[in-house]
Antibody
Framework: QLQLQESGPGLVKPSETLSLTCAVS??????????WGWIRQPPGKGLEWIGS???????YYNPSLKRRVSISVDTSRTHLSLNLGSVAAADMAVYYC???????????WGHGTLVTVSS | QSALTQPPSASGSPGQSVTISCTGT?????????VSWYQQHPGKAPKLMIY???RRPSGVPDRFSGSKSGNTASLTVSGLQAEDEADYYC???????????FGGGTKLTVL
């Protein structure tokens, strides 16, 4: 069964870059087209879409984060990366790795990883 | 861009039906049939319950249904069960810049 697993530092200093990786295990993406992306959730708050990368390599970002965010996939298409620059306290959240055959419908979620922003 | 608007809370007794609304604009909910609904239990990742306004993924009970009218989408949970108590989030494709908006979430309480 396909699974997504996020990994990365749980603590990032203000103004630095948050870098996370998501690994797919238990198989590979069989869909002929899919979106692989990131969604975050600040503690006690709602969900925020960060962005997605289409299987073709096209990227789509939340306009409010676009200047600071980058999403990429490795050549083997088994690892997804997220880089978010110039982080501040407002970026503290659980970051979820996501997969779906449509940009707006996430079929598969990772367990999520909490990132704290603090000096 | 603004988040979609959901009521912060909703409730119902076991066996009853509850409807949760999700209001957007003519640029998102009103423009596309790409509205999804997610269920999230405490400490867990969200789960897709409805996509493309009214389609259910495999394994989701038919007690969950979705609809849309104009700029407002709705999720109806019929025959409420204790396990339905959770937070529910709507999302919509927002087209122009190919991004996705979420609602603020609704906490559903089963009385």
């Amino acid at each position: 069964q396909l699974q997504l697993q996020e990994s990365g530092p749980g603590l990032v200093k203000p103004s630095e870059t948050l870098s996370l990786t998501c690994a797919v295990s238990g198989g590979s993406f069989n869909s002929r087209s899919y979106y692989w992306g990131w969604i975050r959730q600040p503690p006690g708050k709602g969900l925020e879409w960060i962005g997605s990368i289409y299987y073709s390599g096209s990227t789509y970002y939340n306009p409010s984060l676009k200047r600071r965010v980058s999403i990429s996939v490795d050549t083997s298409r088994t690892h997804l990366s997220l880089n978010l620059g110039s982080v501040a306290a407002a970026d503290m959240a659980v970051y979820y790795c996501t997969f779906g055959v449509a940009i707006d419908a996430v079929d598969l979620w990772g367990h999520g990883t909490l990132v704290t922003v603090s000096s | 861009q603004s988040a979609l608007t959901q009521p912060p809370s909703a409730s119902g007794s076991p066996g009853q039906s509850v409807t949760i609304s999700c209001t957007g604009t003519s640029s998102d909910v009103g423009a596309y049939d790409y509205v999804s609904w997610y269920q999230q239990h405490p400490g867990k990742a969200p789960k897709l319950m409805i996509y493309e306004v009214n389609r259910r993924p495999s394994g989701v009970p038919d007690r969950f249904s979705g609809s849309k009218s104009g700029n407002t989408a709705s999720l109806t949970v019929s025959g409420l069960q204790a396990e339905d108590e959770a937070d529910y989030y709507c999302s919509s494709y927002a087209g122009t810049n190919n991004y996705v908006l979420f609602g603020g979430g609704t906490k559903l309480t089963v009385l």
